[in-house]
């Protein structure tokens, strides 16, 4: 099966000047692609490094991230993708964890002190030996400097047979650190090349598409939205260097964008946006999301005012999609479920003992088949919580699945909250309160209670020129029929809610922010 970069590089020969990725400020072509990559792949290559290294890549989303990583393949080495979002401990952590041997980015990236974080890791044993800092989009012009010296890679090609192969390790990437440090997850190319199959069938993608992903390339959802499926289409990407609603929009109109994939954080933040009604969205025709509950009420929303129809698999950057919804499926099961089951993939669920329920309709699902990644480097102890002790891979979630094989995601399992001993799902908080007229977005944690154990705490943004309370807040509900149990005792506004690397909620940020008030409203 033919890798990425050979792909990239028969592209390079045969659509030379046609688009692979349109940024604001430089776009890069598929000659350019694999040229940028190879350039890179030499200079790693001259570095010494042994075939099957580790090279860490801190880069904003733009054209430079993917000739990095491709120059990273070619040059038989394992790409370590970090989001462009993490914080010096997290980086820290990521280039210990997976004992990456240099390191590639810009030369300065937000307020991180490279040249001191490098000497504190490499102090402490880490094995990172190089830090190759590049400048722009790894264009022919743009500085390349290997510590702290320009450097001029050669013209010789790095030989074929360095590269890494379809089936062989080529990225460890990071969960999205919504709940603490992140962990490495393991890929190999041939499970990505198994679910753009399936996304080409969920949505009838073809090569004249032009694709937009916005989420971060180094997570999940963004490999193969932004890395895999428009290489395999030969289809252009929008990328945007950060993300906001008003540039998103005006690179969908700008571009005529026709597939967008957005968690569903991002494409809430896009029907708030004043700018949604402004931009010409007609070239739009669906949105990938999901990976986690949806309120179906807002898809149908964003499906009436876009005009694009939404689409979601279920799974997660570990397993890879179980389930999905097509362009065929008719539009309740679309906006309401996650979708059947995956043919190719085995899929069984799992009680809070671990005990196989399947046929109950109702637990953890752990699944077998060809989307899976190969676990998590390095962390026995994570790995011994991924999986059954059988071998089933787990998610984090707990669903339904009835009887006609619909799945519905209620929540994760991390993410209930325990009131008086009844499991509450923060996700079923969350979209009865974006149903208030003044809710722009919402996110329920647990805040804990000396009687109940927990009880359930509301963070929200609200529309412009909007105030809300907790007590209209709850009438409204109540209006709505909501189980008592679900209905929030505490109501924090915020202009922004924390996002984690990957464009998530960080909720563990909001769990640490409501004990510390409830610590300090004590004393």
């Not at 072509?29 to 350039?39: D, F, I, K, L, P």
């Not at 004043?274 to 499906?303: K, M």
């Not at 689409?311 to 979708?339: C, H, I, M, V, W």
């Not at 963070?459 to 009438?475: D, E, F, I, K, Q």
Request: hydrophobic share 45%; aromatic share 6%.
């Amino acid at each position: 099966m033919r890798s990425l970069a050979d792909q990239i590089d028969a592209l390079g020969e045969r659509r030379p000047d046609a688009p692979a990725y349109l940024a604001e400020a430089e776009s890069m072509t598929w000659g350019e692609y694999a040229s940028r990559s190879q350039r890179l792949a030499r200079a790693l290559v001259d570095l010494g490094l042994e075939r099957g290294e580790r090279v860490a890549v801190l880069l904003p989303d733009g054209p430079g991230v993917h000739a990095a990583w491709i120059g990273v393949e070619k040059a038989g080495l394992v790409t370590v993708g970090i989001g462009p979002r993490a914080g010096p401990v997290e980086l820290a952590h990521l280039l210990r964890r997976s004992g990456a041997r240099a390191l590639v980015s810009r030369a300065a990236h937000r307020d991180l002190d490279f040249a001191a974080l490098l000497a504190q890791l490499r102090a402490a044993g880490a094995p990172l030996a190089h830090h190759v800092a590049i400048q722009g989009e790894l264009a022919p012009g743009d500085a390349l400097h290997v510590d702290g010296a320009r450097v001029e890679a050669s013209n010789e090609p790095v030989p074929r047979e360095r590269r890494r192969s379809a089936d062989e390790v080529f990225l460890l990437n990071s969960t999205s650190g919504t709940t603490g440090l992140p962990k490495c997850v393991v890929h190999d190319q041939c499970r990505w090349f198994h679910f753009h199959e399936l996304a080409v069938e969920a949505g009838r993608l073809g090569p004249p598409d032009v694709f937009c992903s916005a989420i971060p390339a180094p997570f999940g959802f963004g490999v193969w939205t932004s890395h895999v499926t428009p290489t395999r289409l030969g289809a252009p990407t929008v990328v945007l260097p950060r993300f906001s609603p008003e540039a998103l929009l005006a690179a969908i109109e700008r571009h005529r964008v026709t597939v967008l994939a957005a968690v569903s954080t991002q494409f809430l933040m896009l029907l708030e946006s004043p700018d949604l009604e402004r931009r010409d969205l007609s070239s739009l025709r669906v949105l990938f999301t999901g990976g986690e509950a949806i309120p179906a009420s807002r898809a149908l929303d964003f499906e009436k005012r876009t005009g694009a129809a939404v689409l979601q698999f279920y799974g997660s950057n570990e397993t890879g999609a179980l389930s999905y919804t097509r362009l065929a499926d008719p539009q309740e099961k679309r906006l309401a479920t996650a979708g059947r089951a995956i043919a190719s993939m085995q899929v069984r669920l799992f009680d809070e003992e671990g005990n196989d329920v399947t046929g109950s309709g109702r637990g953890q699902p752990g699944c077998r088949g060809p989307l899976l990644s190969r676990g998590y480097h390095d962390d026995a102890a994570a790995n011994a919580e991924l999986y059954t002790r059988d071998g089933w891979m787990l998610t984090g979630d707990v669903v339904e699945i009835d009887a006609a094989g619909w799945l519905r995601v209620v929540g994760r399992r991390a993410d209930f909250i325990i009131r008086g001993g009844k499991n509450v799902s923060a996700a079923a908080v969350e979209e009865a309160v974006c149903s208030h007229p003044d809710v722009a977005l919402a996110a329920a944690v647990a805040m804990p209670d000396p009687i109940f154990g927990e009880r359930v705490c509301v963070y929200a943004t609200l529309r412009p020129a909007r105030s809300l309370g907790l007590a209209p807040l709850v009438a409204h509900l109540r209006a709505l029929g909501v189980s008592p149990e679900m209905l929030p005792e505490r109501l924090v506004v915020l202009d922004e809610l924390p996002r984690a690397s990957g464009g998530k909620i960080a909720k563990a940020m909001l769990r640490e922010d409501i004990a510390r008030r409830l610590v300090e409203e004590a004393q």
